[in-house]
């Protein structure tokens, strides 16, 4: 699957996408008070939802490539702005992200790594 983030394609940069929870549903946001003697919270629903979060693992084959300039290029790309960017994937979802997590590296065998990155989000047909 192909993944664009901040108009750059992380493919390009040799990411595989290996796993993705972004078609989970986020949650619904609303208030929910104990009122002392009555069974039951009250809820006041805003008709809205919360910022979901999208992990994504890919899979990076570094091997023969610079590590240290290809990680920090990652980093500028995911972090080196401020605010929300385009995030999309090629089955049609698009959101609203800011990538503000620790980017996760975990080595398989040398040079080679599964990448943990997680997003916070919004759907942005679902903006009112």
Same mark, same amino acid.
């Given at each position: 699957? /192909?993944?664009?983030?901040?108009? @750059?394609? &992380?493919? +390009? %940069? ?6 993705? *929870?972004?078609?989970? $549903? ?24 919360? /910022?979901?979060?999208?992990?994504? @693992?890919? &899979?990076? +084959? %570094? ?6 300039? *290809?990680?920090?290029? $990652? ?54």
């Amino acid at each position: 699957m /192909n993944v664009i983030y901040n108009d @750059i394609l &992380l493919n +390009d %940069l040799g990411l595989k996408l290996k796993e993705t *929870n972004h078609t989970n $549903l986020p949650s619904k946001s609303y208030e929910s008070i104990k009122i002392p003697g009555r069974t039951g919270h009250l809820i006041i629903d805003d008709e809205s939802y919360n /910022n979901k979060t999208i992990e994504l @693992i890919f &899979l990076w +084959d %570094l091997r023969g490539l610079d590590i240290k300039s *290809n990680i920090n290029q $990652l980093r500028d790309i995911l972090q080196g702005h401020k605010g929300y960017k385009d995030l999309l994937f090629d089955d049609g979802y698009v959101f609203n992200a800011i990538c503000s997590n620790e980017i996760v590296f975990n080595e398989i065998v040398k040079n080679y790594y599964e990448v943990n990155i997680v997003f916070e989000a919004y759907d942005k047909e679902e903006v009112q």
